[in-house]
């Protein structure tokens, strides 16, 4: 991504003025239910939320960051080097007394969970009491109901929202040149996959998507039908074969094994809170267990491996409509 850095800075060097404009402060934006306002760009930003974190380190904002915290796993390759000079609180929630101790101008938070009405970090009160900004990412409560344990979704999740948080973060920061060529460079990777799965067999691949269980041989955690995991079985052209609202339901291996899916797609992870959180762990169980080997998918040993981030609302999400994709071709399963 520092090919879009370059021509953002190559096009404002040619131009001489931002071609999207400087922002104007004060400005006022409409977040997650609630007013923010900003009398100028932020200057010690803390990112809790790994997407959250990768899109401002995207952007060239790695200066603004006093620090980061909830990690899912290793930062994007590319975003290595300027990540390396940014403390990170925690890999998992913080407290509010570590964040605040960063004195921090605002958190940007990927999920309600974190920084909400009921955020376990924080609530968005508490932060601005003390003058401290809050900005929750678009893609976890617009159209969601975030009440349970997951949150459940009232329609399909759309990168629409990922590409709002990038503009909207570019316009706080006043780096729009940069959020406008970021986006451009994602929707530019969505479509060229999109494109390479264009036959139209995938309408006969169902796709099932295993985040992880509290117990192996337990409930599965697998992705609904409205989360990111939907949005990249949409745009691919297949079928989700989950049909639940809910962002990640906890389904029977007897549940899914009835639902038969033609592939099934293992989250990845550098997290081992749970033993499914490990992919060998997963496709082991699901080979062995007398059951679930009976899957066409596992007995084809139709698995495509998948970070776990990418399943989530995020930047990533690219990422896992390339990887399904390739995943797809490789399995023979589309042209």
Known sequence: MASFLAAA??????SGALAAGKTQYPLTLENCGRQITFDKAPEKAVSIGQNSSEILLSLGLADRLAATAVWVGPVLENLKAANAGVPRISNNQPSFEAVVKTDPDLVAAQFVFDVGPNGVVGKREQFEELGIATYISPGDCIAKDNSMRDGARTKLFSMDLIYQEIAELAQIFDVQERGEAFIAELKQREAKAVASVAGGKAKDVSLLYWFSSSQLNGDAWVAGKFGAPGYITQVLGARNAVESGEEWPAVSWESIVGRNPTVIVVGTMDRRKFPADDPKVKIDFMEKDPVVSQIDAVKKKRFIELSAQAMNPT???IDGIE?????????????
């Open 323 to 335: 990887t399904v994709a390739a995943g797809l071709k490789r399995l023979q399963l589309v042209d």
């Open 315 to 317: 930047i990533r999400t």
């Open 9 to 14: 800075t190559l096009a404002l060097g040619a």
